[in-house]
Each structure stands twice: as structure tokens, then as C-alpha cells.
């Protein structure tokens, strides 16, 4: 099982910034494309972004494009996730994994960072 550990969340204004980070448990990291999701309360999980293997390509789900940026460091084995202009509907648990499909398939969710945007 691939384990990763999200870290980097918390409690932002609107029009604030958070980066998160997703760190592999166990594996290398820099062989898969890595995705971030997110859930808010009574909402599905939902893709964010994905960077591939080579950062040759970089996905973003409409509702955070021009916002966030997904970059990875594989000498640290970890995948950020830059989060600015936060807005109130952001607020969810972010989870990242080393898979870019429909998060309906993937079934080895770690625990997640919980971003909170409020005044």
C-alpha cells in the first residue's frame, strides 16, 4: 500500500494563502503522478490538480485555476500544493495520493490536511 502524509493545512482568511505538502511513507515518491483532492462537509471528493512524473504536465480543476500550483521536489520525495487567493468554498479536507483518476476508484486515502478559509 502506498501511504502518503499531507501536512500544511489550517485556518486562512479570504484572499489568503496555505501550501501544502504530501510526503511519501515507504516509496518513491518521484515514479508516480500525484494528485490532490479535496472533500468539503456534505460534498463528494473532488480532483484539484495533478502533476505528472516529469512535471512536463500539470492539470488543474477549473475552480482553482490561476489560484493554486502543484510542484514537486523529488530529492524530499514530496509533492506541494500552493494555495492563494483562498476563497470560503476551499474550505475542505485535502488529501493527496499517488493517482490522478476518478477519486471514486481510489480506495487508500491517508488522513488529509483540513483547510479552513474564514474571516
Do not use: H
Not at 504530501?22 to 518521484?30: K, M, R, S, V, Y
Not at 482553482?64 to 492563494?84: C, E, H
Request: glycine share 10%; hydrophobic share 35%.
Amino acid at each position: 500500500q502506498l501511504q502518503v502524509v499531507e501536512s500544511g493545512g489550517g485556518l486562512v482568511q479570504p484572499g489568503g494563502s496555505l501550501r501544502l505538502s504530501c510526503a511519501a511513507a515507504g516509496f518513491t515518491l518521484a515514479t508516480y503522478a500525484i494528485g490532490w483532492f479535496r472533500q468539503a462537509p456534505g460534498k463528494e471528493r473532488e480532483g484539484v490538480s495533478c502533476i505528472s512524473v516529469n512535471e512536463n504536465r500539470r492539470t488543474y480543476a477549473d475552480f482553482v485555476k490561476g489560484r493554486f500550483a502543484i510542484s514537486r521536489d523529488n530529492a524530499k520525495n514530496t509533492v506541494y500544493l500552493q494555495m492563494n487567493s483562498l476563497k470560503p468554498e476551499d474550505t475542505a479536507v485535502y488529501y493527496c495520493a499517488p493517482f490522478c483518476g476518478d477519486p471514486r476508484v481510489y480506495n487508500s486515502w491517508g488522513q488529509g490536511t483540513r483547510v479552513t478559509v474564514s474571516s
